[in-house]
């Protein structure tokens, strides 16, 4: 459940409750004292204070519990899908003194701490002092100062939009406000408060997932009876925007992807879309499938179809989704396109045969992102191809004394790409077969040539 959403109702009766009880309590009717064991600060244990100190604190508590049942009441009036956010800490039991659990109000919680300022004990003090409704408040435990953080819980962003600081014993106390966003820290805020009353402070820090206060400095406030740099802190006002998941794209060609995502619209209207680009700085955005979720409809998955987009390339994308209260957007994810067809080979030399051609190249200078799987040689005119692994590749088939010229492509896991400039070849004639007559020739010279040189070993 989201901050503030639980209770107007029983808040209000509370709080209507809580005056009463504090005015009869002034006037001498019975009420019961709290009695706490020794909280995380070693607060002074002080006497309870006269009569008509109690009635003037009776009045100033009445006044700020008047003042918290009017914060409640608009709340229950703001429009329909509006979450209130201000967290007031009077829903806990805080006497004893506890640590805020995790979980509690959306949040998870280090090292702060609730108490209850209208315990005796805390009187007079910043506890008391810095009540701004109910009477409830959080503190830094510890005298020494200290540090403590507020993480969303599940990758959910927040808006920090304004707090009520009170120094609890030291005037001039400085509070450091530092927010993170997916591990970039912020610009720290820093505050002076005073132990007199409640300062609130608007940091304005949107779409954040951490947020550490720290408290240091400052001087015991004359007639206190404790020091230390301890911060006393009301009505924290947060609100929550969408959860965003980025998940993996899908559908992935050498000119397009599906990119997808899961909202989840922490009960307002919202709008999806994603950003793109070729880096983690995107510059282009996409509108979601489906792009307006409606308010409560819980997580909800979301695309987009990307096409047009440049092969053998990583591209990063995160989805995105905007309300009422802001804007997240999911972590970063990538993916890379599909590898580009191969470019042409370079043309080489082509040796003619008889009815064949033998042709030479060198590979592409670009394989496009891929190995080249194979080659082939085309001969026109009449398309007659060879294929082969490497240079060079020998076209048989081919008509002798025909002219024709040659080409290669390669070809890898995206296709085949384009042709490499055209060589000039002639397939070799074969060799001519000699006549019946022109074998008659060639026996008698034969014959006769023996005949003369018989003669000669005869005269010899």
């Known amino acids: 459940m989201l901050p503030a959403q639980a209770g107007t109702a029983r808040a209000v009766s509370n709080g209507l409750k809580a005056c009463f009880t504090i005015f009869c309590d002034a006037f001498g009717q019975m009420r019961p004292e709290h009695h706490s064991t020794q909280p995380p600060e070693d607060r002074h244990n002080a006497a309870p204070p006269p009569a008509i100190d109690r009635l003037k604190q009776a009045l100033r508590q009445g006044r700020r519990h008047l003042a918290a049942l009017a914060l409640l009441l608009s709340a229950a009036a703001l429009p329909s899908g509006v979450q209130a956010a201000v967290i007031t800490f009077d829903d806990l039991a805080c006497l004893p003194d506890i640590a805020i659990p995790n979980g509690y109000a959306g949040l998870n919680?280090?090292?702060?701490?609730?108490?209850?300022?209208?315990?005796p004990t805390y009187i007079p003090s910043g506890y008391f002092n810095g009540i701004v409704s109910g009477k409830n408040v959080a503190y830094n435990a510890s005298a020494n100062p200290a540090t403590f953080t507020i993480t969303a819980p599940g990758g959910a962003k927040f808006n920090l939009n304004s707090v009520?600081?009170?120094?609890?014993?030291?005037?001039?106390?400085?509070?450091?406000?530092?927010?993170?966003?997916n591990g970039t820290t912020l610009t720290p805020l820093d505050y002076t408060v005073q132990?007199?009353?409640?300062?609130?402070?608007?940091?304005?820090?949107?779409?954040?997932?951490?947020?550490?206060?720290?408290?240091?400095?400052?001087?015991?406030?004359?007639?206190?009876?404790?020091?230390?740099?301890?911060?006393?802190?009301?009505?924290?006002?947060?609100?929550?925007?969408?959860?965003?998941?980025?998940?993996?794209?899908?559908?992935?060609?050498?000119?397009?992807?599906?990119?997808?995502?899961?909202?989840?619209?922490?009960g307002l209207d919202t709008i999806a879309s994603f950003e793109w680009g070729t880096s983690t700085a995107y510059g282009s955005t996409a509108a979601a499938t489906p792009a307006a979720i409606a308010a409560g409809s819980g997580d909800t998955a979301v695309s987009a179809v990307l096409s047009a987009l440049a092969c053998n390339t990583t591209y990063h994308y995160r989805a995105s989704a905007s309300n009422a209260n802001g804007t997240t957007p999911g972590d970063d994810q990538s993916f890379t396109t599909s590898a580009c067809l191969p470019g042409a080979p370079t043309i080489g030399a082509a040796t003619a045969g008889v009815g064949r051609a033998t042709v030479a190249f060198t590979p592409p200078a670009n394989d496009g992102g891929a190995a080249i799987t194979s080659y082939a040689v085309t001969c026109e005119p009449g398309g007659i191809t060879a294929s082969g692994s490497a240079s060079p590749i020998t076209v048989t088939g081919l008509s002798s004394g025909q002219a024709y010229t040659c080409s290669v492509t390669a070809t890898n896991s995206a296709g085949t790409g384009p042709a490499s400039a055209a060589v000039s070849v002639t397939p070799l004639l074969p060799a001519p077969v000699p006549t019946l007559?022109?074998?008659?020739?060639?026996?008698?010279?034969?014959?006769l040539g023996a005949t003369a040189l018989r003669r000669r070993a005869a005269r010899g």
Do not use: E, K
């Open 109 to 119: 919680w280090s090292n702060f701490y609730c108490g209850d300022g209208t315990d």
């Open 195 to 266: 132990a007199t009353g409640p300062t609130q402070v608007t940091p304005a820090l949107v779409n954040i997932d951490q947020v550490v206060f720290s408290s240091s400095g400052g001087t015991t406030h004359p007639g206190y009876t404790d020091g230390g740099p301890l911060f006393v802190m009301d009505n924290l006002d947060i609100s929550f925007g969408p959860i965003v998941t980025t998940n993996p794209a899908t559908a992935i060609t050498a000119t397009g992807a599906t990119l997808n995502g899961s909202i989840n619209d922490a």
């Open 164 to 181: 009520y600081l009170t120094a609890a014993w030291n005037d001039n106390l400085n509070v450091q406000i530092v927010a993170s966003r």
């Open 437 to 447: 007559s022109q074998w008659g020739l060639l026996l008698l010279g034969g014959l």
